[in-house]
């Protein structure tokens, strides 16, 4: 499929991505740049890392919750759990959230799990009855 790319506009032959090969060369390069630079600098804001690196803002926040960027957000650009709002470093919710969340599963997957046995037991009981 042709289309066009995202970013130069250039006409590219389109297979997953909507920017073209050139561009995505650019992006990876842009995104090892400023991992490089986290590494080197790991205390270092989100606005010094635009500085030094060029990347758009949108970009880095995109890598955070991607979880490609090792980096903490913090004032009006934090992300914060969905949940209960504590500032977090990547994802959508919190350690604890994320926690307590497998935990409902878990203790919604055992009572689905009680029940069916409660079901089975009841139908083999009746079988049985049954039978006599
Ligand atoms: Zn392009
Ligand atoms: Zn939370």
Redesign the pocket.
Known sequence: MVAN??????I?NKIKSP??P??QKKEEELFDAVRLFIKENPNTSMEEVIEETGVTKKKIIKWIKEKKLDLVLTGENAIRCSKCGVVISSGNICEKCSKSFIDTVNSLQSKVVVEKEKRLSHAMETAKRRRK
């Open positions: 790319c995202l970013k130069c506009r250039k590219f920017i073209c050139e561009c």
